[in-house]
């Protein structure tokens, strides 16, 4: 009965308004997408050939070396061969250098995309060589690791993007259905008769739907290439076909969906209850899928999310979340505008006023014609609060997740035991340094990492982590009280006094006496945190190769020996412990004295020296100076003496994660085995961190490392010099060139860079909401021949043509009002919900316990939405009565 060209003409003729309103609305919704995919497309590129760019030497270039006899051209061809293959065809310059193929970057052309390519495919490039021409090259150079680091920071940020082109995406789909559905409207009465006439429901099911698509297609095609053709000149980069290709195919498949599902239940309608059922059965079924998506977006927190593998992929469930939470608070918006407009209309009726009491009835007794200008406007405001606060809370964060990882504005590490750290931290003069050790200690179930640093100078090179840490507090707090033995000179000096050994009878009866072989090491600690070890021994290797003698009788000691050391020039300094130990070759028990301590000319005071907790032997304070009873131990060789003001345990600063995880609180001691060198130490926490700058994980235990040298048996040598300056890269340099064993780390400003650029992904999901919503509400000013009726009646009943346009005027404001309200809410707590996560995933590798929080430029923001809701307002307001009214109140006659 139905069917054949020329029908579907004819019936695409008559509903040509609403069709071609359709063709527009799909090409505007798949150029704004396309349009804001390929802008985040080309600030990922810049990206990619920024960090491309700052790579040098090695870590810029790949080299295969080609084997003797083998073509380094055939070589390069199978390269490119391998590369065209995997997508990156003209990302890298393939060249030849004596004999080897090399290849670098082409910064004019690498795009985001073949970055991501180029991570896997140099790794398979020995084996597609070998497949194309039988050689195996060896490969090496730096640029895969380059890329890897490119793949993680690019693949990371494509979690807020992916929530950002969400939001844009699921609005999207609402106004092309919501267009869509107006050509089912307008040929309601013509589907009715046809049915009653007896033609098949699928068929006008499926000849709507078929209809809907090819109209969609066209216009979502045109808007596709057109937005292709704006992206590739705005940003110079070729356009992605595939993005293309899926916008245009999601229009499609929306309009012809919303067609169908609209088309099936107005040609066969049921009862009233039934679609009430299915349409509250519809909203709850929403509402469950925002509940799953919103649960699992605040357990991943980003849509990239690891798989069992340990890949990263992107939940696309997760990254609509923000979206259908938005959505379904729109809906509220739209349930609470009925009561609202009653309990309104109320209040003002003892006005006696038409307006705008009347306005308030009609919208509070017709709550579906406003429900899509409400929803698409309290979608495109909560749309703008999301970006808004997105952006001030990523600019009030900037620079201090770099600032946390690093520590210092340079942190050289890897620093050999052979060469003094205070030598590198000299290297490029700066304006402060500290030195530091990281270390780790054995825990329960995990090691726990400990930074020992010279607590006196935190607050001069410690970075602050954003204002999250008070380094100058944590500093005087952490640093070694006064010893209680100050030394007033710039050198120190001291007499070991050593007992004579007992008599020792050979096999042959020959007896042998000496002394006993000590060995001494003196600790001092400077106001600035700098620990100077000195150590000497009263004996001399003396090998004798007669096979009668013992090991004992291999040292050659003194009864008496005097040693003197220079302090270096990081004072004042104070006397902070003494250490005696056995010779390695001394055989029996006995006891040392150590007297005649002095410094600058001065004798020192070490009558309240003590035994430092736990060490082995004995110490006493005598008349001449300190005397020992050492004990022969591997694990702890020395005894020591410390000086009184040397606390017993060593204060600690404790990061609160590792706290919780600990059972620790302020106040609390604990005992903990460290690694390398092997010692037991007691710790007392007396504060608690968020994190711990210049860590990997940012948790961590923060000492004093005199505070910790002294708590140890064995010599604690810094590894690390953290560094204060103004120029960072110069220093850095500096210390490269004199040192080139180590390794400094700078502040990276491309990552604050880096996660700012993902703003641009909500601002134009934004824009894109606010057009759309332009565009629903210039549709719904413009009068159907219902609305014409209705005004016209209004104005022949006394109201006159002007108050009747304020009439409708008014109903359509509140609608706007009641959107504007629900978006501004729904905002607010989308925001709460989602921005602190994605911030913290833009940065990727942001630690855990590092507050993030979220923040608003409150004027900006107020602004930007005051001004959008003047243009809703605008539009919405400048309906006007029909010129002619008599035919439109004759037409039912």
Not at 645 to 666: K, N, R, W
Request: glycine residues 10%; hydrophobic residues 55%.
């Amino acid at each position: 009965m139905i069917g054949g060209s020329r029908f579907a003409i004819a019936r695409a003729r008559a509903a040509a308004a609403p069709l071609v309103t359709l063709a527009v609305v799909a090409a505007l919704a798949a150029l704004l997408i396309v349009g804001v995919a390929g802008l985040v497309s080309s600030v990922e590129t810049r990206e990619v050939r920024a960090a491309l760019s700052a790579a040098t030497g090695d870590r810029a270039r790949v080299v295969l070396s080609v084997e003797e006899g083998a073509s380094a051209d055939a070589v390069a061809d199978a390269v490119a061969g391998a590369l065209a293959a995997d997508g990156g065809a003209g990302a890298l310059r393939i060249g030849v250098e004596d004999g080897d193929v090399v290849l670098t970057p082409d910064l004019d052309a690498v795009t985001s995309g073949q970055a991501l390519a180029l991570a896997d495919a140099i790794g398979g490039l020995r084996d597609a060589v070998e497949e194309r021409t039988g050689d195996r090259p060896q490969t090496s150079g730096g640029l895969p690791a380059t890329l890897d680091a490119v793949r993680d920071g690019i693949g990371a940020r494509r979690g807020p993007t992916a929530v950002a082109l969400g939001l844009l995406g699921l609005l999207t789909a609402v106004v092309v259905g919501a267009v869509a559905l107006e050509a089912v409207r307008a040929r309601e009465g013509e589907s009715l008769l046809l049915r009653a006439r007896g033609a098949r429901g699928r068929d006008l099911v499926r000849l709507a739907a078929v209809e809907t698509a090819a109209v969609a297609l066209v216009g979502a095609s045109a808007g596709a290439v057109l937005g292709a053709l704006l992206v590739a000149l705005w940003s110079g980069t070729a356009p992605d076909v595939v993005v293309s290709a899926v916008a245009a195919a999601g229009i499609v498949v929306v309009a012809a969906l919303v067609v169908a599902v609209a088309t099936s239940r107005g040609v066969d309608r049921g009862s009233s209850r039934a679609r009430t059922v299915a349409d509250v059965g519809a909203v709850i079924l929403l509402a469950v899928i925002t509940g799953l998506a919103v649960w699992q977006f605040v357990r991943a927190g980003t849509p990239v999310v690891e798989r069992g593998d340990g890949a990263t992929v992107l939940d696309p469930l997760v990254a609509i979340a923000p979206a259908l939470a938005l959505g379904l608070a729109a809906l509220v918006a739209v349930a609470v505008a009925t009561p609202v407009a009653r309990a309104v209309a109320a209040a003002l009726a003892p006005t006696r006023g038409v307006s705008p009491v009347t306005s308030l009835r009609l919208a509070s007794r017709r709550p579906a014609r406003h429900a899509l200008s409400i929803t698409v406007v309290a979608f495109a405001i909560g749309t703008m609060t999301v970006a808004g606060a997105y952006h001030a809370s990523l600019t009030a964060l900037g620079d201090a997740p770099e600032a946390l990882r690093v520590g210092a504005d340079v942190k050289v590490g890897t620093i050999p035991e052979d060469v003094p750290a205070a030598d590198v931290a000299a290297a490029g003069s700066p304006a402060a340094a500290m030195l530091a050790r990281p270390m780790n200690a054995e825990g329960a179930d995990q090691r726990i990492p400990i930074l020992a640093v010279e607590a006196p100078q935190l607050g001069e090179v410690m970075l602050d982590g954003g204002g999250i840490l008070d380094p100058v507090a944590l500093g005087g707090t952490l640093a070694l009280p006064d010893t209680g033995a100050p030394l007033a000179g710039d050198d120190v000096s001291l007499t070991l006094l050593a007992p004579a050994s007992p008599a020792l009878q050979l096999d042959d009866g020959e007896v042998v006496e000496g002394v006993l072989a000590f060995q001494v090491r003196v600790t001092a600690v400077s106001a600035s945190g700098a620990v100077a070890s000195f150590a000497f021994s009263n004996a001399d290797l003396t090998v004798d190769p007669d096979p009668r003698f013992f090991e004992c009788a291999e040292t050659a000691a003194r009864a008496v020996e005097t040693a003197e050391f220079e302090l270096p020039d990081a004072g004042p300094w104070s006397l902070a412990a003494v250490d005696v130990a056995f010779h390695p070759f001394s055989c029996f028990p006995g006891t040392a004295e150590i007297s005649e301590l002095r410094s600058g000319g001065e004798a020192l005071d070490v009558a309240d020296f003590r035994p430092a907790a736990g060490t082995p032997g004995s110490v006493e304070a005598t008349s001449a100076g300190l005397s020992f009873a050492p004990e022969p131990s591997t694990e702890h060789p020395f005894t020591r003496a410390v000086a009184p003001g040397v606390p017993a345990g060593v204060p600690t600063v404790i990061t609160s994660a590792l706290a919780d995880s600990m059972s620790l609180e302020i106040g609390d001691s604990i005992a903990l085995e460290i690694v390398k060198p092997d010692f037991e130490a007691d710790f007392e926490i007396i504060d608690v961190v968020p994190v711990l700058p210049g860590t990997v994980s940012g948790q961590g235990m923060l000492v004093d490392l005199g505070t910790l040298a002294l708590a140890s048996p064995f010599e604690i040598a810094p590894t690390q010099a953290w560094l204060a300056t103004d120029d960072p890269g110069a220093v850095a340099a500096a210390v490269s060139d004199e040192f080139p064993q180590t390794v400094a780390i700078v502040a990276d400003p491309r990552s604050a860079q880096n996660a700012a650029g993902t703003a641009w992904a909500f601002y134009l999901a934004a824009a894109g909401a606010v057009v759309l919503t332009i565009v629903v509400l210039v549709l719904r000013r413009t009068r159907s021949r219902a609305d014409s009726r209705e005004l016209a009646l209004f104005a022949v009943m006394g109201l006159g043509r002007r108050r009747a346009s304020r009439l409708r005027a008014q109903e359509d404001l509140f609608a706007v009002f009641v959107g504007a309200v629900g978006g501004i809410t729904a905002g607010a707590a989308t925001a709460w919900l989602v921005v602190a996560p994605l911030v913290r995933a833009a940065y990727a590798g942001v630690p855990e316990a590092y507050p993030v929080l979220l923040q608003a430029d409150p004027v900006a923001l107020t602004v930007a939405i005051a001004v959008v809701i003047a243009v809703f307002a605008a539009i919405v307001a400048t309906v006007r009565t029909p010129a002619v009214l008599a035919p439109l109140m004759r037409e039912d006659e």
